[in-house]
């Protein structure tokens, strides 16, 4: 869902991934249901030493996996933003290697890290929903040969199973994102009105000259608008 | 969910009581394309937030499942949740409302600020003008700002 530009004011930075803009609640209860998700896709496919399940909301992204050691494995990749999981997400194709710590050159720094952790084995495939890809559920194993009996067309209908239990969930986190995202900007745009009144009534500026003179002192000092304008009205009354 | 058509965000920020509301939709949805809403309050996801969030679907019964979901979620907090809110009347558009208002009131609060007050008293001062006018903060708001 796109969001709406509050005009003028200050639009909070773009959580940088994978940071996905959620509340503290708003994630816990995100991760438990992902948590929930992957426990059951393990036990569905039955193959694997851990099952993780990753979405993207906005410019980050949320995972969360059965066990302990499918969490290392997803932290890892997403730290390095490199590996099958990722790359699942970004082509939108399942992504499979039985040779990790081996001959696998695909991702040169992630590999040798996931190799130490013990991780020998992964498939990844895309969650879909409406066309777009939503995220990944990914496969890992500590034997270099137990995945491969997997049925890709399995896998793809575990994806689709993932995708269809973590909707409610994924909704939801959009819609918390959407409402930090909204609460950030209007406490920003908050700050900056104080400020623009405060400067009008100070020096007899109109309200598009006191906005100016806010932006001009942000520009000046290097910080956002919200910044300048908090300073302006704590300078002044310090 | 293939039929959900997007989200309405409400916030209010005190001590202020306009609300500003943002709509996360693709385009114009209207009213007879909504089949199903849930609204939750954001102190379901934040103590300290207040407002609320109201999804809307294009089929009847989409939202079970989440509400579901909530319920159990939500269980010791009854209230946060309301799972048959009215539907909208009107189309919603993308965009955000109240802001203008809100940001209105904010200036006039700024200009009391650079007068002496704190927020506090600050928002005291022009609730007193509205009563005083016979208006609201909006319409003291204005007056304060014309007449500086």
Redesign the interface.
């Known amino acids: ?4 530009r ?2 003028d ?1 200050d639009e909070p930075d773009a959580p940088a991934a994978p940071d996905a803009g959620l ?4 994630r816990a ?1 995100l991760t438990r ?1 992902l948590q929930d998700v992957a426990s059951r896709t393990q036990a569905q496919l039955g193959v694997a030493d851990g099952v993780g399940v990753t979405v993207l909301l906005g410019a980050g992204l949320v995972f969360a996996g059965a066990n302990a050691f499918t969490e290392v494995i997803d932290q890892t990749q997403y730290a390095l933003m490199e590996g099958p999981c990722v790359e699942a997400a970004a082509f939108g194709a399942v992504v499979r290697s039985g040779s990790i710590g081996a001959d696998e050159t695909r991702w040169p720094t992630f590999t040798p890290r996931a190799a130490a952790l013990d991780l020998r084995g992964v498939v990844s495939a895309p969650l879909v ?2 066309c777009a890809v939503v995220g990944s559920l990914n496969l890992y194993s500590r034997s270099r040969d137990s995945l491969d009996a997997l049925d890709l067309d399995g896998v793809r209908r575990a994806a689709d199973d993932a995708e269809r239990a973590s ?3 994924r ?2 986190a ?3 994102a ?3 995202w ?2 950030t900007a ?2 920003n ?2 700050d900056v ?10 020096y007899a500026m109109t ?1 598009a000259q006191a906005r100016a003179f806010v932006s001009v002192l942000a520009h000046q000092d290097g910080v956002s608008e919200a910044a300048a304008a908090r300073s302006i ?1 704590a300078d ?2 310090s | ?2 039929s ?1 058509l ?2 309405v ?1 409400t ?1 209010v ?1 005190p001590p202020i009581d306009l609300p ?1 509301t ?5 385009r114009t949805i209207g009213p007879e394309e909504i089949r199903a809403a849930l609204r939750f309050s ?1 102190a ?3 103590e300290t ?1 207040v ?1 609320s ?1 109201t ?1 809307y679907a294009g089929e009847p019964g989409a ?1 079970a ?2 509400a579901g ?2 319920s159990g ?1 939500l269980a010791s907090e009854p209230g946060l949740l309301e799972q048959d809110p009215v539907l909208p009347a009107r189309a919603v558009e ?3 409302d109240g ?1 203008e208002d ?2 209105r009131v ?10 002496g007050h704190d ?1 506090a008293t600050a928002r005291a001062r022009l609730q007193r003008h509205a009563d005083a006018l016979g208006t609201d903060l909006l319409g003291a708001a204005s007056v304060i ?1 014309g007449t ?1």
């Open positions: 869902m796109p969001r709406p509050p005009d004011a509340s503290e609640r708003g209860t249901s929903a409406s909707s409610s969930a909704l939801m959009a819609a918390d959407n409402a930090h909204l609460g209007i406490t745009r908050v009105d104080l400020a623009v009144g405060f400067v009008m009534d100070r309200q009205v002044a009354r | 969910m293939p959900a997007g989200a965000v916030v920020r500003v943002a709509s996360f939709v693709e954001l379901a996801l934040s937030a407002g969030i999804l939202f499942e989440l979901d909530l979620l993308p965009g955000i802001l809100f940001s904010n200036r006039a609060l700024g200009v009391l600020l650079h007068r927020l700002l500086r």
